[in-house]
């Protein structure tokens, strides 16, 4: 069974960094593009950050470029956010989620998805 | 970037009655492998979002078939033949031809 599970988040100030970690297993992890997503609560789905199998393309949304980098460890079967010069609109749900096409070029669907980690941000 | 817009925004639905969700997108999203990167997901009550429909019309493992996705370009409609309380949610649309990828604002199905 594929298992995505993301750790990290929690309550940090303005200004301030987190890294949001996401553990993957039941797959073959380095055959896979990965993918952060975000959710204000109560809100919409909101595409952070996705990186190709082998870290060869990277892309961000405009709203995170130039302060999250995300990364991976094949080795380990993990995710990376690292999320810098954190700001209050940031706070949200960030759920990890999974490619579908094995060693895919471009993004294509997400499936599944984790059960998300909350990341507030506020003095 | 691509801008996705659902419709209806709100959908209450009598059991056992049809449902329909349209999503547009603001370029095409046909692709020069043929494929459109365009995918339905839902979000049930208290749970994250699973993938419903991909690459236009096809439905996720495990996914009922009353569920159906059709539309080429930059309309797109999503219908569920029959809908059972069980469907409650919000359903997102989705393009991953180009980053960023981006989603509909979300269509909440309640049942009457």
């Known amino acids: 069974e594929v298992q995505l599970v993301e750790s990290g988040g929690g309550l940090v100030q303005p200004g301030r960094s987190l890294r949001l970690s996401c553990a993957a297993s039941?797959?073959?992890?380095?055959?896979?593009?990965m993918h952060w997503v975000r959710q204000v609560p109560g809100k919409g789905l909101e595409w952070v950050s996705g990186i190709t199998w082998n870290s060869g393309n990277i892309g961000y949304a405009d709203s995170v470029k130039g302060r999250f980098t995300i990364s991976r460890d094949n080795t380990k079967n993990s995710l990376f956010l690292q999320m810098n010069s954190l700001r209050p609109e940031d706070t949200a749900f960030y759920y990890c989620?999974?490619?579908?096409?094995?060693?895919?070029?471009?993004?294509?669907?997400?499936?599944?998805w984790g059960q998300g980690t909350l990341v507030t941000v506020s003095s | 970037d691509i801008v996705m817009t659902q419709s209806p925004l709100s959908l209450p639905v009598t059991p056992g009655e049809p449902a329909s969700i349209s999503c547009r997108s603001s370029q095409s999203l046909l692709s020069s492998n043929g494929h459109n990167y365009f995918g339905w997901y839902v979000q049930k009550p208290g749970q994250s979002p699973q993938l419903l429909i991909y690459l236009v019309s096809r439905r996720a493992s495990g996914v009922p078939d009353r569920f159906s996705g059709s539309g080429s370009g930059t309309d797109f409609t999503l219908k569920i033949s029959r809908v059972e309380a069980e469907d409650v949610g919000i359903y997102y649309c989705?393009?991953?031809?180009?980053?960023?990828?981006?989603f509909g604002q979300g269509t909440r199905l309640e049942i009457k």
């Open positions: 039941g797959f073959t992890f380095d055959d896979y593009s």
């Open positions: 989620a999974k490619d579908s096409v094995p060693k895919g070029g471009q993004w294509d669907w997400f499936d599944p």
């Open positions: 989705m393009q991953a031809l180009q980053t960023p990828v981006t």
